[in-house]
Nanobody, 126 residues
Framework: QVHVVESGGGVVQPGGSLRLSCAAS????????VGWFRQAPGEDHEGVSC????????YYVDSVKGRFTISRDKVVDAVYLQMDNLKPEDTAVYYC???????????????????WGQGTQVTVSS
């Protein structure tokens, strides 16, 4: 079965850090652009950051620039989202997905599949 698996979420205080991981099952993640999305309660999915497969090109939504870093490890075939200086407004379920490409302003329409994984909950609270 082909799907992605997110992990690494948790509960942290404001200013804390988490590292999310995205792994693939049934296919090779390194062949694809990958994007992270998040969905807060009552909100639509928001594109947070993405990375292309064939270059180091990355994109970040303005609200996370300077705090989040996306990277990929082609040896272990995973994509990571390092989240530093977390804020309460970062609280959401985070999902990863393969994309047709990583471009500025990417959104859910860039996904290669309509499937959402189980996501990983990030809660930032004092």
């Amino acid at each position: 079965q082909v799907h992605v698996v997110e992990s690494g979420g948790g509960v942290v205080q404001p200013g804390g850090s988490l590292r999310l991981s995205c792994a693939a099952s049934g296919f090779t993640l390194k062949d694809y652009a990958v994007g992270w999305f998040r969905q807060a309660p009552g909100e639509d999915h928001e594109g947070v950051s993405c990375i292309r497969s064939t270059s180091s090109l990355t994109y970040y939504v303005d609200s996370v620039k300077g705090r989040f870093t996306i990277s990929r490890d082609k040896v272990v075939d995973a994509v990571y989202l390092q989240m530093d200086n977390l804020k309460p407004e970062d609280t959401a379920v985070y999902y990863c997905a393969t994309l047709v490409t990583c471009d500025r302003g990417y959104d859910v329409r860039y996904r290669m599949s309509d499937y959402w994984g189980q996501g990983t909950q990030v809660t930032v609270s004092s």
